[in-house]
Structure formats: C-alpha cells, structure tokens
C-alpha cells in the first residue's frame, strides 16, 4: 500500500483502466480520500464510456461530448445513468421471456430506451447456448433489438413529411431538393434495419463504412483536386468496378432477385458487394459526394444509372461556360452496376426509344429525388419477396433468394414485406396532390395494419406515433363517422384492444380437465413430419372439439369455425415458411424419435431455431423435444 500511496496520480489513474468501473466504484473509490478524488476523474470516466458501451442514444449527443472539453461533462453521472437503464432493462427482458402477460408493454418500455437498450439487448441475442432459457432469451432480445432497429429506420423516412411540408424557393441548391431532408444512404439503410436483427450494419455504421471507402480511394488519388468533374467521376467509377464494389458477379434470371442486393448495408460490409443496379447507382453518388462530385442516381425504366453534374458554369472538363450559363450544370451518365466507363447520352436516347419512349423523355435524365428512390427499391424489396412466394423449386433451392446469414431466412420474410409497406407509407407528402395518391396510401396502411397486428404487435406505439396522425390526415372527409370523431380512432381502438389483451391471462389449457372422450395424443415442443406433404415441423399447441377460435395468442386471433372436430388440432411451426400459424390434424402428424444435440434436427427445424425461443425455452437433447415456454397456455405440456 505504501508502494502504490508513493506513485503519482498520473500513474494511478492510469493503472485503473484496467480495473472495472464496477470495481472502481464499489472497492477503490472506498480505500482512501486520495483514491477517492482519483477515483472521480473525468477522463477515467469518460474511457469508461466509451470503453462499456459502444451504442448511445442520440439524446446524449455522445460523439459531441467526446469531442468536447473533457470537463464539459459528468461522465460518472453518465456512466452511472447507462449502468441503472441496464439494470431497468435487464429486469423487463427477464418478464418479457417468464411471461405473456404484459408483453408488449414490457417490450415498448424497453424501446423508449432507444440505442441505450442496444449494447445490453446485443449481449442477450449471444447468450451461451448452456444458457437455460437460451432460445427464448435470444428470440425476445432480438425482436425487442428489431422494434428499436425499426423505429429509428421510420424516423429517418418520417424526415420526408418535414421536407414535403415546407416550401422551396427557385434557389434551393440541388442536394437539398434531391435529398429530401434525408442522406441517401440512411434512406437506403433505413432498409437494413428491418433485417438487421443482432448483425452489424446499422445506418450509423453504413455512413462510417462509405466514408471509409471515400478515403481509401482519396488515399489512391493524391491528385484528386486537381482533377475536372468529369476525370475525377471516371477515376470513381473505375476504383468501383476494379474492387468488385458494385453489381453482380455472374447474374442469372434468379440470383438477380435475391432480397441481399436489395439492402445497401448487405452490398458495402459483404465480401462480393452485391448490389442492383439501383443500390450500385447509390453506392457511387454517397461515395461520390463525399470526393466534392455532385452525383444522383438517375432512375429510368427498368435501369437506374448514376447522373454527375458540374459545378455551375463550368464544364465537365474544367473549362469555364458562357456568361450567359453562368447557373447552367454539364450532366453525365454512369452505369455502376455494369460497367466503367460514360455511358453516350445517345446510348441512353436509344434505350429509352426501345422501350418506346421516342420523345418527352428530357425528364426522364433528370436526377431522381431521394424518396422516389426509396420507393424503387421498396418494389425491388416486393418483386423478392414475391419471386420466392412464387417459385415452385424446393424449398432448399428458394433459401438463398431471402437468406442474409447462415438459418436466417424465416426470420427474414416477413420484415423485408413490413419495410416495403412502411416505406410506401412514409414516402408520400402530408398533403398528397390527388385523391389516388391519398387512395393507394390507404390501401398501404390496410396492408401495414394486417402485418402488424398479425406478426408485429410490438410496433403498436410505432403505429400510433407515425401512422394515426397521419391517417388522420389523409383519410377522406366521408371516413368520419361523426364531425368530432378522427379518422384514425378505429385503428387506436384496435391498439387499445391489442393493450387489454396483452394485459390479461388466458385460461389455461389442461389435459386433466379433458372429457373422457378426448385425447390429446401429442405434446408442445415435439418435432414431427406431416405424413401427407412430409414437412417438418413443430407443435405449439392444441385444441380438441368445441373450440370455435385458436385464441392462444390473443394478440393475433386467427378464427377457426370448428364446430364439429373429430379429433384434436395442432397449432404448429413449419419448415416451409417459418409461420406460427399452420394447423394442422392428429392424423397429420407423426412425431419424429429424435436424441442428441441439436445437430440430430432435420435442417429446417435448425432454420427455425431462432423463431421456435418465441415458443421454447432450449432444445432438450435427452428428451427430444423442446422445452416449452408456453407453461401459462398449456401447463400440463
């Protein structure tokens, strides 16, 4: 003691970086007066910070505070803050996965939290799998993670609403009309965060993944300043396509709709970098802009190429234009996506006259708006989903086209539709020109309201912050059933209802209380094949005769007239499209012996691994089932 009492406080306090703060705050802090006042440094506090969690909420304005003077700052009182939300999250994550009672109002708790909830949710996600509760400690961090990755995607759609309302003068520079209040790339991003789950990818990353390909490439080019507008977009787009950054290696009528070319965080952090032409396009303009070029995509029919502008008054080439162009902008066309050299604007004339666009196509070369974009991409987002729900091959040849990572592709069906219909929705102007527009805009909210209440009723407080507001809006003068009565109160209706139910416990259902007539054979948690269309599958639950609705999720109720049942009915999760919703009959059903790790499962169960936590606790290797996580529904089981 003496040894350490003789060194500087320099060296103590660096000496306690490695300690934890938790050990600084409980045990050194409380050794003496000296080690108390070393104990209360800014800047051991500020490395704790930094060093402890690695997502911060934007209320805290983080990366603000470290670049400011050190003492501007309580970084113990923020550190402190962080480590008592933890403790608050960590209590509701352990109710979210023990009960269904108070579910969603658990996890929208957990999201008011925002990126504070992210670093103690990601570490949830990769819990061991010795852990007891492993699949549903996993499942339920990631879906609250999702909600959160979610509302901050909508978030940056909803700037669209801010920018569509104000008015824009003649003078308003291009970017800022063309952006939309919005970063091309975050708009795109906006995407990933529907498929992100508990993967690295989110819009901040994407933005610092750019600009880290903007300065590798400046790295290469010492001369770049120097260069004229239309030398220094070629150097770009030959950069690109020399580093495989853009396109598709060998595309095919298949491989071309793959949902991962769609998403631009997919395209920048995979080692292929696959990308749509429309992704490539978008790609070149945010790395393009952040190199001083002024470039847009450009979206045509059936094409989307990459516009580069001038500076004003000056020619492609450097030269100066005319007194009287003194405004005007020299335009050139790329096509990332294929290829690396200017596309001819007669090349692009010709194009258009195939596709029988012989004149008044001038508008056409403009650069296309950033929420127009987001709406090319959401069809894109549609024509994937779409190709897999339509394609006859066998269901191991139809993976790829939805999988991001390894068993993910179950996970990822019904967000990638969830983004399209929520970028559909944020992309149209609070005061649309035309009733078709506030018609189709309508019929979009219908289709979100159908997904939400079906697979996501965790949204419901994104639904009534983003939606209801502007459903009331939008919906026509003759929606309202009486003058003082809102548009939108049917749908708060339909979320209040969402509420009471996930406030109340169901009945449970108990095999002991059967009539003597009834035998429910099968067990939850059990693996089967379907002895008619051999898929696999796994049971959630039963019903015998009598029941006339499947109501063990009351949060999504699925009729079912069955009022005459011969024999019991299984509610089960299938192999063929990751749904919780398939019914399906006793004599269907064939239970499959199974005993060993999880390695012993037929490969589509393994797929639904990260789905069946919302159901089970773990895989019981000695028993060959899965251990339920339903004990409130069916104690018995």
């Avoid at 060296?11 to 306690?16: K, M």
Wanted: a negative charge; proline letters at 6%; aromatic letters at 10%.
């Amino acid at each position: 003691m003496a040894f350490i009492d003789s060194l500087p406080d320099e060296i103590v306090h660096h000496i306690l970086l490695y300690v934890s703060p938790e050990e600084t705050l409980s045990k050194i802090a409380l050794l003496s007066k000296r080690f108390n006042r070393v104990a209360q440094e800014p800047l051991l506090w500020r490395f704790y910070c930094k060093a402890s969690f690695k997502y911060w909420d934007s209320g805290h304005r983080f990366k603000e505070r470290l670049a400011g003077n050190v003492r501007d700052t309580d970084w113990k009182r923020l550190f402190l803050v962080r480590l008592a939300r933890n403790a608050c999250i960590a209590h509701l994550v352990d109710g979210i996965i023990t009960s269904r009672v108070g579910r969603l109002q658990k996890i929208e708790q957990v999201c008011q939290y925002g990126y504070d909830a992210k670093d103690y949710l990601l570490g949830q996600c990769q819990v061991p799998d010795s852990t007891e509760d492993v699949l549903a400690r996993r499942y339920y961090s990631c879906s609250v993670l999702d909600s959160i990755h979610r509302s901050l995607a909508i978030e940056e759609w909803a700037k669209y609403q801010k920018y569509a309302a104000r008015y824009l003068g003649e003078d308003t520079p291009n970017s800022e009309r063309l952006n939309c209040g919005m970063r091309l790339e975050r708009a795109l991003g906006a995407f990933d965060m529907f498929m992100l789950h508990d993967s690295v990818g989110d819009m901040d990353e994407i933005t610092e993944l750019l600009d880290d390909i903007a300065a590798r490439f400046r790295s290469t080019h010492a001369d770049l300043d120097q260069m004229a507008t239309r030398e220094k977009a070629l150097s770009l787009a030959r950069w690109l396509h020399f580093n495989n950054m853009t396109g598709l290696s060998d595309p095919t009528e298949q491989t071309y709709r793959y949902l991962r070319n769609c998403l631009i965080g997919r395209a920048l952090r995979d080692e292929h970098h696959p990308s749509l032409p429309i992704i490539s396009s978008a790609i070149y303009s945010a790395i393009a802009s952040r190199l001083g070029i002024e470039a847009y995509p450009c979206a045509l029919p059936s094409h989307v190429h990459a516009t580069v502008l001038s500076p004003p008054g000056v020619s492609l080439d450097g030269r100066p234009l005319p007194e009287e162009q003194s405004r005007h902008q020299e335009n050139m066309f790329l096509d990332p996506y294929g290829s690396n050299e200017e596309v001819p604007l007669d090349y692009i004339s010709s194009f258009l006259s195939r596709l029988g666009y012989y004149t008044g196509h001038e508008n056409m070369l403009n650069p296309t708006a950033t929420d127009l974009i987001v709406m090319r991409t959401a069809q894109n987002i549609r024509a994937s989903f779409t190709s897999f729900r339509t394609n006859e091959r066998p269901l191991s040849q139809l993976i790829p086209m939805i999988e991001l990572n390894r068993g993910d592709w179950a996970r990822n069906l019904q967000p990638a539709l969830y983004s399209m219909i929520w970028a559909s929705i944020m992309m149209v102007p609070v005061l649309p020109e035309n009733d078709e527009i506030r018609w189709d805009w309508q019929q979009d909210v219908r289709d979100l309201l159908v997904c939400f209440f079906e697979h996501f009723p965790e949204d419901a407080w994104l639904v009534e912050k983003y939606v209801c507001p502007m459903y009331d809006t939008f919906a026509a003068p003759s929606r309202r059933q009486n003058d003082w009565q809102l548009p939108s109160k049917r749908v708060r209706d339909q979320i209040r209802e969402i509420q009471r139910l996930d406030r109340t416990a169901n009945p449970p259902r108990r095999r002991s209380e059967l009539a003597k007539e009834f035998k429910v054979k099968y067990r939850v948690g059990q693996v089967f094949k379907h002895r008619r269309y051999e898929y696999n599958g796994l049971i959630l639950g039963w019903t015998v005769e009598g029941g006339s609705t499947w109501d063990d999720n009351p949060i999504s109720p699925t009729s079912r007239p069955w009022s005459t049942l011969s024999q019991p009915y299984y509610r089960c999760m299938v192999g063929t499209d990751g749904s919780d919703h398939h019914v399906i009959s006793e004599e269907n059903i064939e239970v499959m012996e199974l005993r060993g790790g999880p390695e012993v499962l037929p490969p589509e169960i393994k797929d639904l691994m990260p789905m069946a936590g919302k159901f089970f606790k773990r895989w019981d290797g000695e028993q060959g089932v899965f251990v339920s996580n339903v004990k409130e529904s069916f104690p018995e089981d």
